[in-house]
T-cell receptor, first 112, second 115 residues
Framework: AQSVTQLGSHVSVSEGALVLLRCNYS??????LFWYVQYPNQGLQLLLK??????LVKGINGFEAEFKKSETSFHLTKPSAHMSDAAEYFC??????????FGTGTRLLVSP | NAGVMQNPRHLVRRRGQEARLRCSPM?????VYWYRQLPEEGLKFMVY????????ESGMPKERFSAEFPKEGPSILRIQQVVRGDSAAYFC?????????????FGQGTRLTVV
């Protein structure tokens, strides 16, 4: 069965610093991978997704992620954190079924 | 173009009562998914529906939970005889197509509290 592991339930960065949120997946077939962001008391918003093709995917708000098959990873990065990036981030995988399997989430804290 | 609409946003029920959660998908979307988010956890898939059909309910508890998506009107997630452990945020998502990798748009969720 497919699964997603997000390392670090909390990540703290300073404003302007690099953001790196880690995601590893397990799948027996080529995966479709997603990153979602959730602001307090809100629903999930899609940041970016990987289906096929280019392994470096650019999303909204300056985020990007790279699919590395050999490492079964799909880490999310942003060169320079902004205060408004503080939120919870979820990695998810979809591997041939209609449902998404989510990781447990990483809460990003951004300090001034 | 309104997004996925869920109501109510907050719902308080006493143990043993019924909870009805409603979800109106985005215009043109005929695929609906329900997820549950327990405190400090990620979202867990519950059920996938198309108009008038349940496609995959592998994540639904066997008892007390049911879902429907009628030809007309919103999708309904129904929880009978609620217990404290049902307290969670319930999210609905919709998509235009059912193909793998299709983007699903999420509503703002219904936060159920059982007292």
């Amino acid at each position: 069965a497919q699964s997603v592991t997000q390392l670090g339930s909390h990540v703290s960065v300073s404003e302007g610093a690099l953001v790196l949120l880690r995601c590893n997946y397990s799948s027996s077939v080529p995966p479709y991978l997603f990153w979602y962001v959730q602001y307090p008391n809100q629903g999930l918003q899609l940041l970016l997704k990987y289906t096929t093709g280019a392994t470096l995917v650019k999303g909204i708000n300056g985020f990007e992620a790279e699919f590395k098959k050999s490492e079964t990873s799909f880490h999310l990065t942003k060169p320079s954190a902004h205060m408004s990036d503080a939120a919870e981030y979820f990695c998810a995988v979809n591997t041939g079924f209609q449902k998404l399997v989510f990781g447990t989430g990483t809460r990003l804290l951004v300090s001034p | 173009n309104a997004g996925v609409m869920q109501n109510p946003r907050h719902l308080v029920r006493r143990r043993g009562q019924e909870a009805r959660l409603r979800c109106s998908p985005m215009k043109g979307h005929s695929h609906v998914y329900w997820y549950r988010q327990l405190p400090e956890e990620g979202l867990k898939f519950m059920v996938y529906l198309q108009k008038e059909n349940i496609i995959d309910e592998s994540g639904m508890p066997k008892e007390r939970f049911s879902a429907e998506f009628p030809k007309e009107g919103p999708s309904i997630l129904r929880i009978q005889q609620v217990v404290r452990g049902d307290s969670a945020a319930y999210f609905c998502a919709s998509s235009r197509y059912g193909a793998v990798g299709t983007e699903a748009f999420f509503g703002q969720g219904t936060r159920l509290t059982v007292v």
